[in-house]
């Protein structure tokens, strides 16, 4: 399968823990985005990488959320101290964009981690 | 800034009958995409159609189709012959350019009745 992967599918946790998610892209896609969705809404955006570089952070994002893409790979996203309002799906997508042309961008995602802060 | 709006927070609609599900949006650039995906329950979203802003036929795909009404700011997403595998939630994206990031409306929750 070579589509957006994503570990773990489910986590729980207590209040106060920190949690890491993994996303491995698409290979050969150069920008990776990453969503949290809440229930009864539509992916609200966080963050995304161009190769390894990220480019942009939502003020959603807080100082306790950090997330890398070491080598243009696969990324991490992990939240700190973990509060009941982090409690949400956390999408990964990514995408191929060649900046010589064409403005296209299909995004591909992946299933997605629920994350449960008890 | 750019918006989307679904209005529908759910509808229904009869196997084999045509449902129609409405998205608004709020942009003052010109040239842009627009997206429709679907999210079945517990499952990835995958991209139903793509319209782009500047081609005045509306795109189709099999059974979906959507009414892009660009003075109008609507790109509605119609579904014929529905089937029960379409029972999902539908979201409407738009990318910012440069960003590509999107932003999505609240979605629609399709119900399929057999």
């Known amino acids: 399968d070579t589509g957006v992967s994503q570990n773990p599918r489910h986590k729980i946790t207590k209040r106060g823990q920190n949690v890491t998610f993994r996303c491995d892209p698409i290979s050969e896609h150069n920008r990776l985005y990453w969503y949290r969705q809440t229930l009864g809404q539509g992916p609200e955006f966080l963050t995304y990488?161009?190769?390894?570089?990220?480019?942009?952070k939502s003020r959603l994002l807080s100082d306790r959320f950090s997330a890398e893409r070491p080598k243009g790979s696969f990324s991490t996203l992990e939240i700190q101290r973990t509060e009941q309002g982090d409690s949400a799906m956390y999408l990964c997508?990514?995408?191929?964009?060649?900046?010589?042309?064409?403005?296209?961008?299909?995004?591909?995602f992946g299933p997605g981690t629920r994350l449960t802060v008890l | 800034a750019q918006t989307v709006t679904q209005s529908q927070p759910e509808m229904s609609v009869q196997e084999a009958e045509t449902v129609t599900l409405s998205c608004t949006y709020d942009t003052s650039e010109s040239d842009y995409y627009l997206f429709w995906y679907k999210q079945p329950p517990s499952r990835q979203m995958i991209l139903v159609i793509r319209?782009?802003?500047?081609?005045?036929q509306n795109a189709t795909e099999n059974r979906f189709s959507v009414n892009f009404q660009k003075a109008a700011k609507s790109f509605s997403l119609k579904i014929s012959d529905s089937q029960l595998g379409d029972a999902a939630m539908y979201f409407c994206?738009?990318?910012?350019?440069?960003?590509?990031?999107?932003?999505f409306g609240t979605g629609t929750r399709l119900k399929v009745l057999a």
């Open positions: 990488f161009q190769n390894e570089a990220q480019l942009e």
């Open positions: 319209q782009e802003a500047y081609k005045q």
């Open positions: 994206a738009y990318p910012f350019s440069g960003t590509y990031k999107y932003i």
């Open positions: 997508a990514s995408s191929l964009v060649r900046l010589a042309g064409g403005y296209y961008n299909e995004q591909f």
